[in-house]
């Protein structure tokens, strides 16, 4: 099982970036996805998750209307667009995944996690 994160660079508030988890060694639509981020001295927090079935999806209340969770089973990849940056929203964001049906929210759920990528927001 492989996720690799790519899509991160530095930004002005108010830009827009697309994450992409590409993933590999298994069938992602048997798993829940989730992207978390974790800024220096913060806890990791849940940004978006989508479940497996039926793409249910969560979104952290600090990010809804901004970002948006998709994933193309066929291809293998999760995205998350991201619009209207704030330097706020700079951390490393990272990919996970889990072998189930339902959403997953808590870290802890996921199995499967991704090296993160860098976003950074400036004002």
């Known amino acids: 099982v492989r996720l690799v994160e790519s899509g991160g660079g530095s930004v002005q508030a108010g830009e827009s970036l697309r994450l992409t988890c590409a993933t590999s060694?298994?069938?992602?639509?048997?798993?829940?996805i989730g992207w978390f981020r974790q800024a220096p001295g913060k806890a990791r927090e849940a940004v978006s998750c989508?479940?497996?079935?039926?793409?249910?999806?969560y979104y952290l209340e600090a990010v809804k209307g901004r970002f948006t969770i998709s994933r193309d089973n066929a291809e293998n990849t999760v995205y998350l667009q991201m619009n209207s940056l704030k330097p706020e929203d700079t951390a490393f964001y990272y990919c996970?995944?889990?072998?189930?049906?339902?959403?997953?929210?808590?870290?802890?759920?996921?199995?499967?996690w991704g090296q993160g990528t860098r976003v950074t927001v400036s004002s």
């Open positions: 989508i479940s497996a079935v039926e793409n249910f999806t």
């Open positions: 996970a995944a889990v072998q189930r049906r339902t959403i997953a929210i808590m870290s802890h759920e996921y199995d499967y």
């Open positions: 060694g298994f069938s992602l639509d048997e798993y829940s």
